[in-house]
């Protein structure tokens, strides 16, 4: 008796028979095969076999899968003759049924003489993806290591992390901040993110936990999530993911990515290598904060010296201007105010001589100025 097919109707109304292992000379093998297995028909492109694997890598039902040709799996270059070749794996990009973009490594072995005639192309798929992505994640991490050790300038560094951070992960937009020890949370300093946001309380937001646990944070679910930011809910983030900057214990800030596509899901293997970029930058910070406090504390402490002559100079000619018998007696009283005044900066110019360290708590922003009141008396405090 002969056996029986299913048919499907294809999308030009022509029938497509499903063709069976035996029909095309493997007997059972490709039902027990883990991997993905898929024959496609060499005229037409058109898949004919569709394993429980495929089904499973790409989505589609063996009825979806025969109505399909091969372009709607994978690019161009598979489906000519030169690129058949069992000896030679190949990686490639792929889209599932939900649009889900894999890579997969296929190998393309043509089928000789097969029971059922014509002519056909088995082809074993494995996903890959993961491996794909972390190796260009790696990647991407190195090369911006590379480049924010080759540039001195802070804000082109910081630049370099969002963009790469974005890259590195597939997300749309990043943001960094820094850490604000005085209210206790993180202030915006670089982003290309759609919010209003400027300040982060800690443990709100992704950014806000990352910080909190000083470990990486993935939210899959951001509209739904409790204690999400408002802003970031606002401006339509359907995924997030942050990871603390710290170096040496010492939290800097956290760096935050961030997507849109509802379809978006950060794993954790994006979160090792967004924390290895933030591991990266925070050194770099560091090391450029260090250089440019330490060239600051060499020009205080000249500067102080320099000062320091002067006012002692000063609190002399001054001194001298009061006892002389003919200054005026209302003279003589503005003169002890001058006097005054110059023993009290005489005093802050001791405490500058005194600096041994100059720590800058909010890096990436203008304007800082050295607190002389928190500079200790002691020289060698």
């Not at 930011?229 to 993911?241: D, E, K, Q, W, Y």
């Not at 990871?243 to 010492?250: D, F, K, N, T």
């Amino acid at each position: 008796m002969c056996c029986r097919h299913p048919v499907v109707i294809a999308s030009n109304g022509h029938p497509l028979r499903a063709l069976t292992p035996i029909e095309l000379g493997f007997g059972g093998v490709l039902g027990q095969m883990a991997d993905a297995v898929f024959v496609a028909d060499v005229a037409s492109e058109r898949i004919v076999l569709w394993n429980a694997a495929a089904a499973a890598l790409f989505g589609y039902s063996v009825a979806e899968a025969l109505t399909l040709t091969v372009a709607t799996l994978v690019p161009a270059e598979l489906r000519t003759g030169h690129a058949i070749d069992a000896r030679a794996p190949l990686e490639v990009s792929a889209r599932a049924k939900d649009g889900t973009a894999l890579s997969v490594e296929i190998t393309l072995t043509p089928i000789e003489n097969p029971p059922v005639g014509g002519r056909y192309v088995l082809a074993v798929a494995r996903d890959v993806t993961e491996r794909v992505r972390t190796r260009v994640r790696e990647t991407a991490a190195l090369r911006v290591a590379a480049r924010i050790r080759a540039d001195a300038s802070p804000e082109r560094l910081l630049d370099d992390v969002l963009e790469e951070a974005v890259a590195i992960v597939g997300g749309d937009a990043a943001t960094l901040y820094a850490w604000d020890d005085v209210p206790g949370g993180l202030v915006v300093v670089r982003n290309t993110v759609r919010t209003s946001g400027a300040y982060v309380p800690s443990a709100q937001g992704t950014v806000g936990r990352a910080a909190d646990r000083r470990a990486p944070v993935i939210v899959n679910d951001y509209q739904r999530e409790p204690g999400m930011v408002a802003s970031t809910l606002r401006a339509g983030v359907r995924a997030a993911i942050a990871v603390p900057l710290l170096y040496e214990a010492r939290l800097l800030g956290a760096l935050g990515v961030v997507t849109y596509d509802a379809y978006k899901r950060f794993s954790a293997v994006d979160a090792d290598v967004l924390e290895l970029l933030a591991n990266a930058a925070a050194t770099v910070l560091v090391g450029l904060e260090r250089a440019r406090l330490a060239g600051a504390l060499l020009s205080a402490r000249t500067s102080a010296h320099e000062l320091g002559n002067t006012l002692a100079g000063l609190i002399g000619q001054v001194q001298l201007l009061r006892r002389d018998p003919r200054l005026p007696p209302d003279m003589t009283a503005r003169a002890d105010v001058i006097v005054q005044k110059a023993y009290e900066a005489a005093a802050k110019v001791v405490r500058l001589q005194n600096l041994r360290e100059l720590r800058e708590t909010r890096w990436g922003t203008a304007g800082t100025t050295i607190d002389l009141s928190a500079v200790a008396d002691d020289p060698a405090g």
